[in-house]
């Protein structure tokens, strides 16, 4: 019974690492404004190993359901060893970012492209693969 317990917590606490402040989402939708989702091309977008312990992201956006023109926007790249790199747009645009390991590995990364309205107001989709990085 205990480990039951002690697993829907991890697994509710890895939710919540997982997906950051979009949880603050569902909880604040009606003090939020409109809600739109830009998508992530994933055709054209890139995670990949660079030579050197690097990493590079190379985010190529889409307006999925929102309306073209301004509207606050956030990437993140999340480089699956504890740091992030995150950018505000005023509108979607492509975006090349590049990170530089301490150690080689195998590292998950994920991008999230965001919808940002207001604070506490987030809707985001994402993108992730495992890439191995090398000296």
């Known amino acids: 019974m205990m480990r039951s ?23 604040n939708t009606d003090k939020c404004p ?6 992530i091309d994933k055709n054209h977008t890139v995670i990949a190993a660079v030579p050197g312990l ?3 992201a190379g985010i190529e956006p889409n307006y999925g ?3 073209t023109g301004n509207h606050p926007y956030r ?3 999340y480089w699956g ?7 505000n747009e005023t509108a979607l645009m492509p975006y090349n970012a590049i990170y530089s390991y301490k150690q080689a590995g195998t590292y998950n990364v994920t991008i ?7 604070p506490c107001c987030m809707s985001c989709s994402y993108y992730t693969k495992s890439i191995n990085v090398t000296d």
Do not use: I
């Open 5 to 27: 317990r002690t697993s829907k917590a991890f697994v509710f606490g890895l939710a919540l690492v997982c997906l950051g402040g979009a949880v603050l989402v569902a909880a």
């Open 34 to 39: 409109s809600m739109c989702t830009p998508d």
């Open 54 to 56: 690097r990493g590079q």
């Open 65 to 67: 359901n929102c309306p």
């Open 75 to 77: 990437w993140t790249v």
């Open 81 to 87: 060893d504890g740091v992030e790199m995150s950018k």
């Open 112 to 118: 999230a492209y965001c919808n940002y309205p207001a």
